[in-house]
């Protein structure tokens, strides 16, 4: 039984992230925005009810998804599987890498709330789980990342939207081993050429200079926004070719 309720107030047009919910929990009623994470998430059930029962949110199952198709359709990927999940959240992308075989989870997010709510609502899921900003990794974390040698970055939901920028995104790609998998998803819009992010420009760079593959690249509904109009996202899964140079990061910065 849920020991919260929400209201979504009708609007005709809302901003992705900005789009605002009514929420009573524990007698108190009070405004929130979809982005307020922290605040969502201290709120068991609150995300997956809002986002996924309500919303139609499938990233995790479908960037997941991809990246299985993608690790199958490949004779020499028989190696231990080891994930670092950035802006992992509440733990359910985890639990999706989980079910596709990665034995070893780390975990990454800016926000102390999202580790509590792993812990309490999806306990086990990761090996290890860092509250840190991914634009400023300190090097004992990145260390204690590196030791772990993942072969694979999973980020999901978290790209643009002041959440994660470019050139960080490009400095945990170093995070991940030689022939590494990524597994990403990013509004649509955001991979048109010259698109502000930044994000198109990134790809597209890293493409063309054969630091990553792209192996599988699928247009899906990531989420309805608020007033109902769908927020159609890429999910994509590239392979580590080589690492990005400080000098191509730089560009971002
Ligand atoms: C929409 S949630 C996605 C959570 C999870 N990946 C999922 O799909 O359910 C975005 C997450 O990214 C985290 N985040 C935002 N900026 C970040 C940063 N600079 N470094 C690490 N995590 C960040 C937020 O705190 C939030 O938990």
């Not at 929400?6 to 108190?28: C, H, M, R, S």
Request: proline share 4%; glycine share 8%.
């Amino acid at each position: 039984m849920k020991d919260f309720s929400f209201v979504l107030p009708q609007v005709d047009k809302a901003d992705q992230g900005k789009e605002k919910i009514i929420v009573t929990y524990k007698g108190e009623t009070r405004e929130l925005l979809t982005h307020d994470y922290g605040e969502i998430y201290k709120i068991p059930g609150l995300y997956e009810n809002l986002f996924y029962d309500t919303l139609a949110c499938q990233s995790p199952q479908v960037v997941c998804g991809l990246l299985e198709k993608a690790m199958n359709g490949n004779a020499s990927n028989s190696q231990d599987r080891v994930a670092l999940d950035v802006g992992a959240g509440n733990g359910m992308v985890g639990e999706e890498l989980a079910k596709i075989g990665f034995n070893t989870i780390i975990g990454v997010d800016i926000i102390e709330e999202a580790v509590e709510a792993t812990l309490r609502d999806r306990p086990g899921i990761y090996d290890e789980y860092f509250i840190e900003d991914l634009t400023d990794l300190p090097e004992k974390v990145e260390q204690k990342i590196l030791e772990k040698d993942p072969n694979c970055m999973s980020i999901v939901a978290a790209l643009g939207f002041d959440d994660i920028p470019p050139e960080a995104f490009a400095s945990a790609y170093n995070l991940i081993s030689e022939d590494g998998w990524i597994a990403f998803n990013i509004k649509d819009e955001f991979l048109q050429d010259n698109h502000p992010s930044g994000f198109s420009k990134l790809i597209d760079e890293m493409v063309a200079s054969d630091i990553m593959e792209i192996v599988e690249k699928e247009r899906y509904q990531h989420r309805l926004c608020l007033d109902g109009t769908p927020l159609n996202y890429y999910a994509v899964v590239g392979r580590k070719q080589e690492p990005v140079s400080d000098t191509f990061i730089a560009q971002y910065q």
